[in-house]
């Protein structure tokens, strides 16, 4: 199959399923669940556990309701994180916080972890391992959401440590959605741990070009403004690799940017810095070397090279933005 | 076993438990979890659960686990109730919100959560059933913390709409929590739902009594002050009862009394009230209606009538303030 023909028929599974149920009481609870489930977002998640699952089996319908489990802890994620990080939009419309406050975010939120795991228990009788898998990796994304937020206020943050963050934060969902698709696919040991390793490696390129392309994007490539990780100090791989390779004077140029007001002349400045000390190519450096790394994972499962045609795809598809 | 000896091997348990885990990184994700769980507090509910386990079975150790995810399910809707109703104090000391602040309150709450599944998840291989009841629980609890914020801004609340929003709200977690021990100690169906009904029962009582003696208990009986759900309007069983029994000019009078000063002279203007209704007669019977049905749960579960003393207890301690 096509992954378009599979993306629409996901999308029409979930639309019905979020269509059809949650229309009880209390409304106030359920509405805000059916705002955001609603909403046609990119489904990569479920996309890349359904594509796992159909490098071994075809009936990929009968891995919908994991799959729907995956986006609905994604979906959740973010109606927490819009509370914690005070944001009004999403995806260009009114967060679930903004729209419906506080309390119901919080609430929503909750009963969405909740159903994750309702949507989960007709596949665990048959496959047990899934359960660890998804509440380990919900335990990391809470821990890279909180290490985001400890970032904010740390003086010294290492290259370590933020890729560690971007990991637990992006990647190990993308990881667990594959390989919970080869899962339910019965694959081997190894071809989990590849599908798995292949969803980290995309996640960590993915998040290196995010940086990139808010950094040195023309606003039409990157589809917003551009510069708001400079304008908000944001302590990007860009930002933590420039004061790495700083010498003093660059390091005290580079505190007296962070101190200007939010405007153009910040962000131009700090440019000039990243241009002295080749962050740029750094930056690209190593998202190759991840989007490289996904690639030896795909090359290493062990099934018909043409059957990995559409997982091959996302990976480009996904990191396109810059080569 | 005594029920003083279960209680202190239990918190034992749980005290070993967040001393040993929980030391790791992020801290600040992890500290406010230690704070909660490490508070000695009744542990009501996981004490259910191994009294009802101990029905059937003498090794209450192996469902320590299971309790404990039950006793954490507590605390973490404690966490985000308390960020919900702006709550700055829980037993007496500041609650995890005031402590903690806002996005540590929710994002510690949301790992609570899922740390629950990582504790039921060892119990499942054999007893799934449990997912589906502690999912469907946690499902409804927050379902009734949303019903009671949604009565806060309702004006036509009916007594049966009440007695949902607290069965919703705290007893179906009691009835968890004695079911989930009971499918651990292999009770039939029948007794399980014995069990569950038994902590149904129980909890409407409960409430109901802390309902009279927010208004008529002394403040050395009910441990503090007394009125509070009268000063702010709170619905009440005696509120609604009053309502509902209410001729126009009574109807008149109370709606008067809720806009009075926030003080004891609206206190007793509304006891007053309750008097001429015979309200407080009205919840004491519902109330006992609730504990007799409880005891005839207790009563129709097909164990040597010795095992069932400690329940027996429980059911009089949780109740006894009044008669």
């Not at 209390?26 to 489904?43: A, D, V, W």
């Not at 996309?47 to 994604?74: K, P, V």
């Not at 860009?238 to 007296?256: G, R, T, V, W, Y």
């Amino acid at each position: 199959m096509e992954i378009s023909e599979i993306q629409a028929e996901l999308e029409q599974y979930i639309q019905y399923y979020y269509q059809q149920n949650f229309n009880n009481r209390p409304q106030s609870l359920y509405e805000p669940l059916q705002y955001i489930m609603l909403q046609k977002g990119k489904r990569i998640r479920p996309l890349l556990c359904i594509l796992a699952f159909n490098l071994y089996r075809d009936d990929i319908s009968s891995a919908f309701g994991a799959a729907n489990a995956i986006e609905l802890f994604h979906n959740f994620s973010l109606v927490h994180d819009d509370v914690m990080d005070d944001a009004f939009l999403r995806r260009g419309k009114p967060s679930v916080f903004a729209k419906y406050g506080l309390n119901n975010s919080i609430l929503s939120g909750d009963v969405m972890l909740v159903y994750c795991y309702q949507l989960l228990a007709p596949y665990l009788v048959n496959k047990p391992a899934i359960l660890q898998v998804f509440t380990k990796t919900a335990i990391e994304v809470c821990e890279g959401q909180q290490f985001d937020m400890d970032f904010e206020e740390t003086e010294n943050v290492g290259i370590d440590d933020y890729l560690q963050m971007i990991k637990l934060k992006t990647s190990v969902l993308l990881g667990a959605s594959l390989k919970i698709g080869g899962i339910l696919g019965n694959a081997n040991n190894k071809d989990l741990e590849n599908l798995y390793n292949f969803g980290i490696n995309i996640g960590l390129a993915f998040q290196l070009m995010d940086d990139w392309l808010d950094a040195f994007a023309s606003p039409e490539m990157f589809g917003k403004a551009v510069g708001g990780d400079i304008i908000n100090n944001k302590k990007t791989f860009l930002h933590l690799k420039s004061m790495e390779l700083a010498n003093d004077s660059q390091k005290d140029k580079i505190s007296q940017i962070t101190q200007m007001p939010k405007d153009n002349k910040k962000v131009n400045a700090m440019l000039e810095i990243y241009k002295e000390l080749g962050v740029e190519e750094e930056n690209k450096k190593l998202m190759r070397k991840y989007h490289l790394a996904a690639l030896e994972n795909l090359k290493a499962i062990n099934v018909d090279e043409k059957k990995k045609h559409n997982l091959t795809i996302i990976a480009e598809t996904l990191l396109k933005r810059i080569k």
